[in-house]
């Protein structure tokens, strides 16, 4: 069975700051892909990211980071220089490939609430 | 790209009453999820659709729990004789099977708000 670990239920920073939510994953799988999505007080969850278990390259997007690692099963998420409206709740998500190879279903973690303070 | 709606926002009901929650997903994608997301909690899984075709249910998809995707294109979800552990936020989403380069990722909808009472 899949399951993702966040075990940082609640983060709180000052503005500026930087920092990282964790991710921990378990699969039996091979080919899998991992993915963050951010929740805003609104309630809609907002792709950030997807990574296939092949490719391990970090990826910087703007002020987001994502450090990808087989050997421990993680997938960390770092904002650099937080701002205000960065608060939500973010979760990590990871989804077996189907027979073509797709992603589908999602397994999520619980979520990690990230409030950045002005 | 429109986005996935879903409709109604927020839905109160009384206990034992039915009730259905619809989902349009992105025109050109070919599967639907549901998912349901309780206070302080992921989202879970409970079915998917490839087009018309339901492929997998949940075992929270109790038989209270229908869906359907007519002719492939929105889904309705049917909750009946509802009870107060239905009080959650449905959430749909959708995404493109492809055959190489992983498919598109799933993209969520606003959800619907149930509260049971």
């Known amino acids: 069975a899949q399951k993702v670990t966040q075990a940082q239920t609640e983060i709180s920073v000052v503005e500026k700051e930087d920092v990282t939510l964790d991710c921990v994953y378990e699969?039996?799988?091979?080919?899998?892909?991992l993915f963050w999505y951010k929740q805003p007080p609104s309630g809609e969850l907002v792709f950030l990211i997807r990574r296939n278990s092949f490719d391990e390259q970090n990826e910087i997007s703007g002020r987001y980071s994502w450090n990808f690692q087989k050997s421990t099963s993680s997938f960390n998420f770092t904002i650099t220089a937080s701002q205000v409206v960065d608060s939500a709740v973010y979760f990590c998500a990871l989804s077996e490939a189907n027979s073509g190879g797709s992603n589908y279903k999602l397994t999520f973690g619980k979520g990690t609430l990230l409030t950045v303070n002005p | 790209d429109t986005g996935v709606s879903q409709n109604p926002r927020h839905k109160i009901t009384k206990r034992g009453q039915n009730v259905t929650f619809r989902c349009d997903p992105i025109?050109?994608?070919?599967?639907l999820y549901w998912y349901r997301q309780t206070l302080g909690q992921g989202p879970e899984f409970l079915t998917y659709f490839q087009n018309e075709a339901q492929l997998e249910k949940s075992r929270l998809l109790s038989d209270r729990f229908s869906a359907e995707r007519p002719k492939g294109s929105f889904s309705t979800l049917e909750i009946q004789r509802t009870e107060q552990g239905d009080s959650a936020m449905y959430l749909c989403?959708?995404?493109?099977?492809?055959?190489?380069?992983?498919?598109?990722?799933?993209?969520f909808g606003n959800g619907t708000r149930l509260t049971v009472t």
């Open positions: 025109s050109e994608h070919n599967r």
């Open positions: 699969t039996r799988d091979t080919t899998y892909y």
């Open positions: 989403a959708s995404s493109l099977a492809a055959g190489t380069g992983g498919g598109s990722p799933l993209h």
